[in-house]
């Protein structure tokens, strides 16, 4: 069984950047889309981006432009780069292999990031 932790997420203030990690154990990502999604306070999880093992990738429109994601297939981890950031931001960050824009398996312990202004 695929397990991933996240981590990376800390306080930050508006217009700063953070570099969310996603590390698997149990299997390789090489071969499997993974994705990030986010929860914020009283709100359902939602889909970030997502990049598949070809290197096509996707994000929701809120974060074009915002958010990179990236994989290092030799260190089985996931990235997501978030510049120019939010309060709206602010959200558990969670990764998990994905299937079109759902999650497959089990979800990890997520990483907070809040981002103050």
């Known amino acids: 069984q695929v397990q991933q932790v996240e981590s990376g997420g800390r306080l930050v203030q508006v217009g700063g950047s953070l570099r969310l990690s996603c590390a698997a154990s149990?299997?390789?990502?090489?071969?499997?889309?993974v994705g990030w999604w986010r929860q914020a306070p009283g709100k359902e999880r939602e889909f970030v981006a997502a990049?598949?093992?070809?290197?096509?990738?996707d994000y929701a429109d809120s974060v074009k432009g915002r958010f990179t994601i990236s994989r290092d297939n030799d260190k089985n981890t996931v990235y997501l780069q978030m510049n120019n950031l939010k309060p709206e931001d602010t959200a558990v960050y969670y990764c998990?292999?994905?299937?079109?824009?759902?999650?497959?398996?089990?979800w990890g312990q997520g990483t907070q990031v809040t981002v103050s202004s």
């Open positions: 990049n598949s093992w070809n290197g096509n990738v």
């Open positions: 998990n292999r994905v299937l079109g824009r759902n999650g497959l398996g089990s």
């Open positions: 149990g299997r390789t990502f090489t071969n499997d889309a």
